[in-house]
């Protein structure tokens, strides 16, 4: 049986810019991807960009979405604030990263919808460790963000004992699913 997805549209991010007209990101996403690249951009991350791809969904991944001369931090604030749905691939040292807790945490604060995706990792098993090099307030924004994240309904995958394509196809209904309820409530 063949699905029929369809994208986001170009009105739903036209009603959020007439909202918003401080957004200041052009070429909206309908998926940020939060993760840590060493961990799983040859993997999940980068399977579900692919897939999202197949389906004309707009995904950010950094390393396919930016190019040599963007500034990091500006192009990937920018991609969060204008995405429709936030993925969350929380990996074993997913929390060693200060990117993916900024990420999460700038998801959590715009008020995206975000589906965590546990791989090879429990829920229980993060936590934001306190090396003191950064200010407490900044410290604590991850913590409640990643709180935030752990308690919210999300999917789970084992990578050596997983079926990928099972698990891709479950990635995609639920991610489909979130972007049609995001589009609903803007357009209301």
């Not at 049986?1 to 309908?30: E, F, G, H, V, W």
Request: glycine share 4%; proline share 5%; charged share 25%.
């Amino acid at each position: 049986m063949q699905r029929l997805l369809t994208p986001c549209s170009k009105i739903a991010y036209t009603t959020r810019y007439i909202a918003n007209p401080t957004l200041p990101y052009p070429n909206p996403c309908d998926i940020f991807i939060n993760h840590r690249g060493i961990d799983t951009k040859k993997t999940i991350s980068g399977l579900l960009y692919d897939c999202f791809t197949r389906q004309r969904l707009t995904a950010f991944l950094d390393s396919k979405s930016l190019k040599p001369g963007d500034r990091l931090f500006v192009e990937i604030d920018m991609a969060i604030k204008a995405c429709g749905v936030g993925i969350a691939v929380f990996s074993p040292r997913y929390c060693d990263s200060y990117f993916c807790l900024h990420e999460l945490a700038l998801l959590v604060k715009n008020k995206k919808r975000v589906i965590p995706i546990f791989c090879d990792v429990k829920p229980s098993e993060l936590c934001v460790k306190d090396d003191k090099t950064r200010p407490a307030a900044e410290i604590r924004r991850f913590q409640l963000a990643l709180e935030e994240a752990k308690y919210t309904v999300g999917l789970t995958f084992d990578t050596s004992n997983g079926d990928w394509s099972e698990f891709l196809a479950m990635a995609s209904d639920a991610v489909t699913k979130n972007l049609l309820e995001v589009e609903e409530r803007i357009g209301d």
